[in-house]
Structure formats: C-alpha cells, structure tokens
C-alpha cells in the first residue's frame, strides 16, 4: 500500500495534505480524543468557547498559557519534515491544518491554511487588532492590548465560524488536487472533515495516515496504519 501510495504521490502534480493533532503527537503535544488526549482531562466547553472565555477569561488563559509552555519545548518531527520537504518538490502543494501549534512553519513549510487559528496570535476583544506574541509564560493572565481590551487566543473556538475565505480556500485546493494526505485527523471536527469526501467527489485520490481506523478510513483510498512520523518520510522520499 505505501508503493501505491507513493506512486500516486509521485504523479500528482497538485497535493493537499490536511493534518491534524496526530501529526503532533510524536512531538510530545498531546492530541484532543486519544489517550491521554486534552479533552480526557479538561471539559472544551469549559475552555474553548466563547462563552467559557466570557465566564472566565484568567481560567482560559491558564490553560493556553500551559499548552503553550508545552508546544515551546517540542520540536517538529520528521511527519512536519517530510511535509515541508514535499512542498518544495516543486509540485503545487497546500498543507490545510487544523492545529494551532506552528510546528508545521518551524518545519519549513510556507503555504499553510490554519483553519483552527494560530496558539502564538493575540486578538483584542475591544478593537479587533491582532499581533503575534511567542512569550511563555506570560506575565501577566488575561493579557491586555494597548488599547487596554482583554486579548484573546488567536484560535477557532467551539461554535464559532473559521476564518472567512480560508475554508473556500481549502475545498477549492482540495478540489484541483490530485491527492489528499490526510494525516493524524479523528475527522471528528466539522468543516475541516468535510473536506474529504469533498475530494473523493472531485476525483481525487485520499491517502489516510492513522495509527487507527477513523470514520474516513473506509473512504480513502489507501489508509495506512501508524506513526505520521516514520510513514511519511517513507512516502515523500522512499526511506
Ligand atoms: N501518527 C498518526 N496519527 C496519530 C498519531 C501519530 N503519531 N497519534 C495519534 N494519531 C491520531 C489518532 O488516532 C486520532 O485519530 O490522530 C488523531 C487525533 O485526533 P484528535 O485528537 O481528535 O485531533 P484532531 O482531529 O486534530 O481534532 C480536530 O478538534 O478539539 C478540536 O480544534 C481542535 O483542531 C482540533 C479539532
């Protein structure tokens, strides 16, 4: 199955790759659902709406500041390199993630379609302006912008609408392309999911890599079984 996939890689002249907390995981950040997954130890609802923040902004920003501190000692794994590595192939080449790490741009990557946000963004919730910020820990919980609003994380919450553009930006990526990796994804998470069978309608060919079976697994046309980090060196380079 890895020949097969390869092969089709190799013939496609566009790619999309659309990744999710598994692609991580090998970096020592923790994913949503699996074991020891963020979500088994803490309520979303209680952390990641905007209501919870509304509740209580200082809870929110304890549990963003930690996972920053975590995501600033981890390092991109060879999953992230291959992915850069392939973007360079001179193939056209998009990478939509859902994660909010940055380990994809630290791996070199450069098109990227954050569809979750951004963990090293700010936004004030007064004027709307938004300025990166890499400080852990932060001095201060909530942080303020100048113009003295509250700041909030750069990412998607629970129930609020991605980024306008980017989605139609992605289905129409995914629709040109000749293969969709999909990778580290429980394709649990709507729109982003969607986006898969969007490319099985368009024709194209969807290689999923897991270390489990997800409600796609049966769609895609190859689904291979392991760590991101030892299959796609495999699939972008043979090794
Ligand atoms: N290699 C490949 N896949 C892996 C690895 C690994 N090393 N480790 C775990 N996985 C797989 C798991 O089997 C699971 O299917 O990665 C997936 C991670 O799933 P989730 O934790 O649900 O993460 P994700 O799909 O990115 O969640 C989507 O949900 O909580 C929200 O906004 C958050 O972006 C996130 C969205």
Same mark, same amino acid.
């Given at each position: 199955m890895i020949e097969q996939a390869r092969q089709w890689l190799q013939e496609a002249t566009s790619i999309v790759a659309l990744t999710g907390?598994?692609?991580?995981?090998?970096?020592?950040?923790? *994913?949503f659902? +699996?074991?020891g997954g963020l979500w088994r130890n803490f309520k979303p609802e209680e952390l990641a709406t905007p209501e919870a923040f509304a509740r209580d902004p200082k809870l929110v920003w304890?549990?963003?500041?930690w996972r920053r501190g975590l995501?600033?000692?981890a390092k991109p794994n060879p999953g992230h390199t291959a992915l850069a590595k392939l973007e360079r192939s001179g193939r056209e080449m998009t990478l939509v *993630? /859902?994660?909010v790490d940055g380990l994809h741009d630290r791996a070199g990557s450069y098109r990227i379609l954050k569809l979750h946000g951004d963990i090293w963004r700010f936004r004030c919730t007064t004027c709307g302006s938004e300025w990166p910020d890499r400080r852990t820990p932060l001095p201060k919980l909530p942080p303020k912008c100048q113009c003295g609003g509250i700041a909030r994380p750069g990412v998607v919450w629970f129930g609020e609408p991605l %980024?306008? +553009?980017l989605f139609a930006e992605a289905q129409h990526a995914v629709e040109s392309a000749g293969v969709l990796?999909?990778?580290?994804t429980s394709a649990a998470v709507y729109p982003a999911a969607s986006l898969i069978p969007v490319a099985k309608r368009a024709g194209c060919k969807v290689i999923e890599v897991n270390t489990e079976d997800t409600p796609m697994s049966e769609i895609a046309d190859c689904s291979l079984r392991g /760590?991101?980090?030892?299959?796609? %060196? /495999?699939l972008v380079d043979g090794r």
């Open positions: 907390a598994g692609i991580s995981a090998e970096s020592g950040v923790p *994913t659902r +699996g074991d304890e549990w963003y500041d995501i600033a000692e *993630t /859902q994660n %980024p306008p +553009g990796l999909v990778v580290g /760590q991101s980090g030892e299959i796609l %060196p /495999q």
